[in-house]
């Protein structure tokens, strides 16, 4: 909650950027910084996932998790990413252009949206308290167990639920407070938030390689107003952050399917093992991904399928080394209870998919999003787009299965909709983004298939234009909340408010104290010293007050406080508040 | 047909938005009016009965002792939630306190506390029935 824990949030993100470019730089290059700024989501969540998969193998291996390893290893990471850009021979990146193309506007307008929506998000994250019931049950605790005792504590991580659930969200979050100087859970919404800021980007920037500014912003904003979405932006649950990792990796695999960018498939490959370090859903996430791939790629299966093989031999070995610590310090599983299939219960087979069909349709989720990915979908097949339709239709029907298999393994179909009792309303959050991304990639194949659309006219004024409708909005909203006053930085002292006039509702307080033994004793001090009639309260900030509220004036109040002072106790007169 | 299935997404945006507005500022406007108190317990407000329990817990237990939440089953206090979650609540407030079977510091909900024998003494109770106690072995 203060404006330290934020600076350190800033630092820890900013240190994912510079890891992410960092390794792009090495993988692919950057041309220009205009290319850089497109797809710095993406360089972001990179980072993210390749420090985060770094940090858990250190911890695994019982490495001692400190400031100082939270520092050197995005550190470490981006270094090998400029060495080994520089020994590739990639150049610096030249200024480039973002041009003044007709498009340019819209794409102006789809960030200002974007901005103004995820401004909005914030001002509700920076001060939510913790109340996601996973989030105090089990994700935090494991945060603190890995801050406090520097690892991965046997007794809390072999005794609170989800033990078999991998760690990468609990380092990031420890790692958070490393950096904020404490367990400030407040303040760790603002982190869950920016990895949301870096999706967005992410994706908008990758979609904006193949799709024009107006086909890629509306999709790109339906999430943010989809309630089981946008509404949980900030939470810090490890659910939205695998799919960004599933649905940014699905982008990257289908477009290095289409144009053999080998650096796209490597980037899923890091993308894939923060999701299998993510959370258990991530191994059925990523084998289904890998499978849509073989599929849609099995005209070119002599190039792509040991391209494939490669990348799922990576994320099993980055997988391993979890599976084997809960193992062998005797966490039950991540499968089924009950085994993987179960023919005794075969007749919740068919509510199963009841469940699973109805909760991916439901626009009180998902807003429109499933219903228009359909729609293009069946629009792209008409139009004969092979690769894209196989890869992402092939895709969609092996995670509704997968949700539907899970439902009758997991959760059973009795369970209502209620989010926690079902597994598959958070499944689905996976195809729901998917969809949003899947959507534009279909709908401008087509556009590109039946016209020729020329974007490339440069119209004069552009550039200034889109700039103000970027720049205009995202500087006057928070300048207009700033009128109603400066942002607050709650504290404990935020309980004190200092009387300077008369009032009904005075009292002399002689200190607010942590130990509540402490407070007493300061009670029964100032009762000796002939200080009478005191209350020992707890104040609404957790603290003990001593305080005496007999007071009809300030003048009477200060009277009192000035006597205490010359008894050598602290006073002052405030109101009670 | 693409241009249609934009426009509806468009639509479907801009109708959703006002609306997304109005949530995120009143989400803002609450999380806001908290006080410090009911900011930090969060999710414990439902759970613990008594805010009270778990500072005095935090203010008496020193860090680097252990504690064991003892639940009756029929502690009339709190809420439904309280019973069953009580403990990991706790578990969650309390780090880096560790939990464990035999601790010497008892925080009770309606807990046998004669069940710990004559050495348990009471160091703190709130009026919901909650006790905190301090065992000496």
Redesign the interface.
């Known amino acids: 909650m203060t404006a330290h824990a934020l600076a350190g949030l800033v630092l820890l993100n900013v240190l994912f950027l510079v890891s992410g470019a960092g390794l792009l730089w090495f993988l692919r290059g950057w041309e220009t910084w205009v290319d850089l700024a497109r797809l710095a989501g993406l360089a972001y969540l990179a980072g993210v996932a390749t420090v985060g998969s770094a940090w858990v193998l250190l911890l695994i291996l019982g490495v001692p998790f400190s400031l100082w390893l939270v520092v050197a290893v995005p550190a470490t990471v981006g270094l090998i990413g400029l060495i080994g850009g520089r020994s590739l021979g990639r150049q610096r990146p030249a200024l480039g252009s973002i041009g003044a193309r007709r498009g340019l506007v819209v794409t102006a307008l789809g960030i200002a949206?974007a901005g103004l929506?995820l401004e909005?998000?914030f001002?509700?994250a920076?001060?939510?308290?913790?109340?996601?019931?996973d989030?105090?049950?089990f994700w935090?605790?494991k945060a603190?167990?890995i801050y406090?005792?520097g690892g991965l504590d046997e007794?809390?991580f072999t005794t609170?639920?989800g033990s078999s659930y991998p760690p990468l969200v609990p380092v990031l979050d420890a790692a958070a407070f490393q950096l904020m100087g404490g367990v400030d859970?407040?303040t760790l919404h603002v982190q869950f938030w920016l990895v949301g800021v870096g999706f967005i980007w992410a994706l908008a920037g990758l979609l904006s390689e193949r799709a024009p500014g107006?086909?890629v912003w509306?999709?790109v904003?339906?999430p943010?107003?989809?309630s089981r979405i946008?509404?949980r932006l900030s939470i810090p649950e490890a659910d939205l952050l695998l799919d960004y990792f599933f649905v940014l990796a699905s982008v990257l695999v289908v477009l290095w399917i289409v144009d053999g960018a080998r650096w796209r498939l490597v980037l899923a490959t890091i993308l894939l093992c923060g999701m299998v370090l993510t959370k258990r859903e991530g191994l059925l996430l990523g084998a289904l991904l890998l499978a849509a791939a073989l599929v849609a790629s099995a005209r070119q299966w002599r190039t792509t399928w040991p391209a494939l093989g490669v990348s799922a031999a990576v994320v099993v070995v980055v997988a391993a080394p979890w599976r084997i610590w809960y193992v062998t310090h005797d966490v039950a599983g991540e499968g089924p209870a009950e085994g993987f299939v179960q023919r005794d219960n075969l007749e919740w087979l068919w509510p199963s998919v009841r469940r699973a069909l109805d909760v991916l349709w439901d626009t009180g989720y998902w807003?429109?999003i499933v219903p228009?990915a359909v729609?293009?979908l069946i629009?792209a097949a008409l139009a004969r787009v092979a690769v894209l339709v196989v890869f992402f239709g092939t895709l969609l029907v092996f995670l509704t299965l997968g949700g539907i298999w899970a439902t009758w393994v997991f959760s059973k179909p009795w369970i209502t909709g209620e989010l926690g009792g079902n597994f598959i309303i958070r499944f689905m959050g996976s195809v729901a983004l998917l969809c949003v991304a899947a959507?534009p990639l279909l709908?401008s194949a087509?556009?590109r298939a039946?016209t020729a659309d020329d974007e490339r006219e440069e119209v004069r004024g552009r550039v200034a234009l889109a700039a103000a409708i970027v720049v205009v909005p995202l500087l006057a909203y928070p300048l207009l909340t700033l009128i109603g006053g400066l942002p607050?930085f709650?504290?404990?002292g935020?309980?004190v408010h200092v009387a300077t006039r008369d009032a009904d509702d005075l009292e002399v307080v002689y200190g607010r104290l942590?130990?509540?033994?402490a407070a007493e004793e300061l009670l029964g001090k100032l009762t000796r010293t002939g200080f009478v009639g005191n209350d020992l309260a707890?104040d609404?900030?957790?603290r003990?007050k001593v305080s005496y509220d007999a007071i009809a004036t300030l003048a009477e109040g200060m009277a009192l406080a000035e006597a205490a002072h010359k008894a050598g106790f602290d006073a002052r007169v405030e109101h009670e508040r | 047909m693409v241009a249609l299935l934009v426009a509806v997404a468009t639509l479907a945006v801009a109708l959703s938005l006002p609306k997304t507005f109005r949530d995120f500022s009143n989400d803002a406007a609450q999380n806001d009016a908290l006080s410090f108190v009911d900011r930090e317990i969060a999710g414990g407000n439902e759970v613990v009965a008594d805010q009270q329990a778990v500072y005095q817990a935090r203010a008496r237990i020193p860090e680097d002792d252990t504690y064991h939440v003892a639940v009756g089953s029929d502690f009339p206090g709190g809420s439904d939630l309280t019973v069953p979650f009580v403990e990991s609540y706790y578990r969650y407030f309390l780090m880096p306190r560790r939990p464990a079977d035999d601790a010497p510091w008892i925080i009770c909900y309606g807990c046998d506390l004669e069940q710990y024998g004559s050495g348990a003494k009471v160091v703190w109770e709130s009026d919901e029935g909650i006790t905190i106690a301090r065992i000496r072995r």
């Open positions: 949206a929506l909005g998000f001002r509700s920076r001060l939510s308290g913790l109340e996601a019931w989030a105090w049950s935090i605790p603190k167990a406090f005792f007794q809390f609170l639920p859970v407040v107006w086909m509306p999709f904003l339906l943010l107003v989809a946008g509404e807003n429109l228009l729609g293009a629009l959507t709908l087509v556009w039946a607050r709650p504290t404990r935020e309980c942590d130990d509540p033994v707890p609404n900030c957790g003990w």
